[in-house]
């Protein structure tokens, strides 16, 4: 297993362009190193090897050290010889822009076994970016503008993967529906009668078991849980065992959500799927299920690497943030809303209303 004490700092990797000598970085377009120079590109020698699950009782021979005390990384450019320090692992030169890739087996705790690679370029992002702004409804006209702006970048955003076979134990209640007649007077004074629906509740008990199977979970505390949901669902079945070359040219976040944090946020999720189980095995018309204990088999993970497009502007003093999955251009994000065109939908809703009423009326 690749997990490693964490070191406090790294020269950087980089991949020089086998024409020119500049450093080539991972083209999505053509799933190769390009370099953006001389347009020379090299292909991406994959690993012969597959991507690996890990107990997680591996995890109790690791040290453990906050990621709260790990200092910023400091990359030594190869290119220009400058010191970069950052707390990602994978960057540019701050001073000639040079693609910078950490060791991540030699870093990091624990290393990324796997990563989805980029599949839109920031051509193609963009492009994307476009149809989304252009379909957004009451979005002030400068919205279109957006996708010019300069702070559009690319990242892969670590995850957590988590396996586990349950066998869960119930308790709860199963519901049968069944019918009265009841006799009632109706508003002109005449008996009539009616069926009534009541529910028979009887104790019941049982077992369920599910086998779970790459139970995603973000592994940083830097991009809002709920929105990251959004861009579901990843491909996972795309992706390849980790190598440093996907990630030239691109900024990489380092995991700042420890895999235990992370294996009780899994369970959580794990634990509504399981409770559905419960309510299809009590049957009946209604369920209640009072009690729920879980144990858990075959616990296994991995930290995977997905890619994501940023874009953040501003609009009337306040920053907004949208995000393009970088595997299938899926757009989410925060818009503001243009007070005018609601205004004016508003006038031209009441409008149409009152010249029914009129045309009604006029009848």
């Excluded at 519901?175 to 009534?196: A, I, L, M, P, W």
């Excluded at 497009?309 to 943030?321: E, M």
């Amino acid at each position: 297993m690749r997990m490693v004490e964490r070191g406090a700092g790294a020269d950087g990797q980089s991949y020089p362009c086998g024409a020119c000598g500049a450093v080539v970085e991972f083209a999505p377009e053509a799933g190769v190193l390009k370099c953006p120079y001389c347009g020379s590109e090299q292909a991406v020698v994959p690993q012969q090897r597959a991507v690996r699950e890990h107990q997680i009782e591996e995890l109790a021979a690791l040290p453990v050290k906050p990621l709260s005390a790990v200092v910023g990384r400091a990359f030594v450019c190869p290119g220009c010889g400058a010191r970069t320090e950052t707390g990602d692992l994978s960057a540019r030169c701050q001073f000639c822009a040079t693609p910078l890739v950490a060791d991540a087996g030699a870093t990091e705790r624990i290393a990324p076994e796997a990563v989805v690679p980029f599949a839109l370029n920031r051509a193609e992002a963009r492009e994307r970016l476009r149809k989304w702004t252009s379909s957004r409804w009451f979005a002030p006209g400068g919205l279109k503008k957006v996708t010019e702006a300069e702070t559009f970048k690319g990242s892969y955003l670590p995850h957590w993967t988590f396996d586990a076979a349950t066998t869960s134990y119930y308790e709860g209640q199963r519901g049968t529906h069944y019918y009265t007649t009841e006799t009632y007077t109706d508003g002109d004074g005449r008996q009539q009668t009616r069926q009534v629906q009541h529910t028979s509740w009887h104790h019941v008990s049982g077992t369920v078991r599910r086998d779970f199977d790459d139970v995603l979970v973000p592994a940083t505390g830097r991009v809002s849980g709920k929105q990251l949901a959004k861009l579901t669902p990843w491909p996972l079945a795309e992706a390849v065992p980790y190598q440093a070359e996907y990630l030239a040219g691109f900024q990489t976040v380092r995991y700042d959500v420890e895999p235990e944090q992370g294996l009780e946020t899994a369970k959580g999720e794990m634990d509504r799927e399981i409770r559905s189980d419960c309510r299809s095995d009590i049957g009946g018309d209604e369920q209640r299920v009072t009690s729920v204990d879980t144990r858990y088999a075959d616990v296994t993970f991995k930290l995977m690497l997905l890619p994501v497009w940023f874009l953040t502007y501003l609009h009337a003093g306040k920053s907004w943030q949208v995000m393009v999955n970088a595997r299938t251009g899926e757009v989410i994000g925060d818009r503001p809303y243009s007070p005018a065109k609601i205004t004016a939908m508003v006038l031209v809703v009441a409008a149409v209303i009152a010249g029914i009423v009129l045309a009604l009326t006029l009848k």
